[in-house]
């Protein structure tokens, strides 16, 4: 049995979508790209969104639109990937490690709690595997203080949080549509604001800093505008947006079938003395980007299920290591924890029935 650990999903309608593009020659952002956005509103109840080149964008923007810069302090969880910190680094301002839930892999509300000083300018929320962060307990510690809590929802598209879907509960939110996540339109990214006015500002930075709807051509044919802030090359092009669209079409019922194979996955594990599974709360829905426990045994889970042909990984491994982000932080005890016992195992369009019970066989000879 063939079995990837993860899987670049392309819908059967997707090539004539991106021919299409490709045969119009409008190949930058343009009318796809908006369709894409409606589309993701409409089927997520999001108020706004703009896509963007990549999930790192959207979260760099995020920062850069609250004129976050140096001096100032950004709490983040090292359970991530690079990009939650880069971002931060990218503004020239001060990662912030905290602990997290052993329990479910998300950043501690009590840990930031330790971590806010008058610096602390946003939280980074990362939803870890696509199951959403104790938001409410986050929301209470910044209440009448100026930070501004942003969501890492690069694995959560389609979850929610206490029945609300996420891209709706936080201020900013940030979604990756990069090659081997649910939705994926090769790379790409999509940012929901709240705030009407940081919404335009996001506008108008995602494309160099130029307002285009207040940015006429002139009859000499060039755009009229005075740039008078720093301005990216964020935007999402027309042909990344019709693979979006595509992709987008079957989502609700990959993301069920996803669920599914989470269901059997807990329903077998459950009563294996040598697992530990990741807590879920009833009235939070993961997106199921991955699927991980926790075992004692990690390393030798991990070769054992190698030699049956079942890829398991640990995934992200803490991020603080890193010598960009200054080391591995030791009073964060729940994260070396974690690191020493998750294992993750596959979890994407490509399982059915048949390698999901493989793979759940394979791990009941290997536990
Ligand atoms: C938690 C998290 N945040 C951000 C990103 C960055 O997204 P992208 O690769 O679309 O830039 C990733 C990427 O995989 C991620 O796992």
Redesign the pocket.
Known sequence: MNISFFNTYISPGAKHKVAEVLDSGLLSEGRLTQEFEDTLKSLFAWKNTICLN????A?HLALDILDIGPGDEVILPAQ??V??GLAVLYCGATPVFADICYEDGNIDPESVRLKITSKTKAIFA?HWGGYPCKLDELKALTANKNIVIIE?A??ALGASYKHQSIGTVSDIT?F???AI?HLSTG???AICINDSELYEKAMRKKWFGIDRKNAPLSELGERIYNLNEVGFKYHMNNYAAALGLANLENYTTRLESRRKIAEYYKQELRSMASVQLFEESNDCKSAYWLFGFHVKNQLQLIKKLKTLGVPASVV?QRIDRNAIFGGTNHDLKNQALFDSTQVHIPMHDAINETTATYIIESLKKSL
């Open positions: 990549s999930g790192t964008s979260l991530t990937f990009a939650t990362v890492d690069a694995h940030c990756s549509f990069q996540k790379d790409g990214g992200h």
